[in-house]
């Protein structure tokens, strides 16, 4: 997906946001704004937001020198969805569809993001997503290819959000699944240790695609990575930020995600706050 | 009032929008970004968000070579506002209160503000507005600085809510009123034809303040406006540009406004969507 006019006041808003997280004052707010606005220009709108994101967030890290500005936000996040656990494991024991209950709950799980421009109530949006109609719905592709895939690459996206990923993988029958994780911290995207806190050590092995933008950029991506790209039966892909950077790949994949914002509503031809299981290039 | 560092996406959202009406294509909008982009550095927060708007919409209009982009709405804003002259009129007349009333009316139609981030329904929010409660009231002071005032400089926003406040001025009683515009056109801020095509030369002498931004920028002002907003008896403000330029002035003036962003607010200590009678520097 290429980057839309709309992304850029977004970029602006974003480093706002995060300068607010981990700046030491104003005066950094706007030194953060003073590089971001100078590097518009050099903006192809043919590359991903997540591409832009990256260096929007590289700016802010290196006049902050904060890192992780997420961390504790991240931290607090896994530990706010492992309260609701015992909850949704209930909801999925008493479901007619155990598979498309932990995708909703997985898609639901996807609101915990703090780079897109709005908040959320975890619990109320959990709510609201069991119940919502799929805009695009590719669930009976999606259940069979679970059902014939001996490999299943899991493509992350937030932390806290892996938490609910777990349930899900749980719910994907005796597999190899390979959970996919960015290289470096970005936004709150979950990283290897965030993965690791979600207990999804305990369902899957977690690798790093290598990838330090908020999102999947293949030409960014590690060889293991790519490897497993091409080889795994079945990929399946978290949220807008690998959406943006995997929607025109030419292998079989499917797209779970919540459209948190226009743009990417605008991309899929949906509406914002739609939810949607979407497969591509599917035989 | 000093420029916020929301102010800052705040002005790349509005480059966007005012691309949309007058840019030929996306490129020409991407143009714009960039140019705005540059500038970022060369803002210091100490100047008013109304001066940096002057400098963004000039960016606009160089670029896409269109003068007055919002000629076609603010016309159209106009014309909208007249068909309802008849019954606020009749509001008016069945009023307790009249003055207050036309006040509310005036302050209604400072919501046709294409700068601002939202939407708005004209009839709907009079009616609010109607009987919403003022988060600041100095109606007494105004009603009584009203009553002994022989002149009037009453300094208008956008065109649309030109025509309310015609209904404002013929509630002033008999007085020497000077409505004051923008020098040039800038987003739908109201010019003196603006002004003439609401009405305004019936119940007013209309000039400009010299400004060539969303505002009133007392250093950019020309001598006649300086002279009468030394010497008249009372200085009625209307709006956010206004308010932002004058805001921390020494004479004795009244704002009128609805606070329609966050940082606006933030600086008045109201809520968003409050509205407003303030006084300065009351004797």
Redesign the interface.
């Known amino acids: 997906m290429k980057t839309y006019?709309?992304c850029?006041?977004c970029f602006?808003?974003q480093?706002?946001k995060a300068?607010k997280i981990s700046a030491k004052d104003?005066k950094q707010?706007?030194h953060i704004?003073?590089e971001?606005?100078?590097?518009?220009?050099s903006?192809s709108?043919e590359y991903t937001p997540a591409e832009y994101g990256a260096e929007v967030y590289k700016i802010i890290s290196e006049i902050t020198g904060v890192k992780d500005p997420y961390k504790q936000i991240k931290d607090d996040s896994i530990k706010d969805a492992k309260k609701l656990i015992p909850y949704l494991k209930y909801v999925i024991s008493k479901s007619d569809n155990r598979l498309l209950t932990a995708v909703r709950i997985a898609i639901a799980g996807n609101i915990i993001d703090f780079g897109v421009n709005e908040t959320f109530s975890l619990k109320d949006d959990i709510e609201k997503i069991l119940v919502q109609d799929f805009a695009i719905s590719d669930f009976n592709y999606f259940k069979s290819a679970v059902k014939s895939a001996k490999t299943i690459l899991y493509i992350g996206d937030n932390a806290g959000e892996t938490v609910f990923d777990k349930l899900l993988i749980e719910e994907l029958g005796n597999k190899k699944i390979i959970y996919v994780v960015r290289e470096i911290p970005i936004i709150n995207d979950a990283i290897y240790e965030d993965a690791v806190n979600s207990g999804l050590s305990e369902v899957s092995e977690i690798i790093s695609s290598g990838v330090k933008a908020p999102g999947t950029i293949l030409t960014q991506c590690n060889k293991e990575f790519l490897n497993l790209f091409k080889s795994s039966d079945l990929v399946i892909s978290k949220g807008q930020g690998n959406y943006e950077g995997l929607s025109d790949v030419k292998r079989p994949l499917f797209f779970l995600l919540k459209a948190k914002c226009e743009v990417i509503a605008k991309d899929l031809n949906v509406k914002k706050n739609d939810i949607i299981i979407k497969g591509i290039n599917l035989a």
Do not use: T
Not at 36 to 41: A, N, Q, S, Y
């Open positions: 006019l709309e850029i006041p602006m808003q480093a706002l300068g104003d707010i706007k704004f003073d971001v606005g100078k590097i518009i220009p903006f709108m």
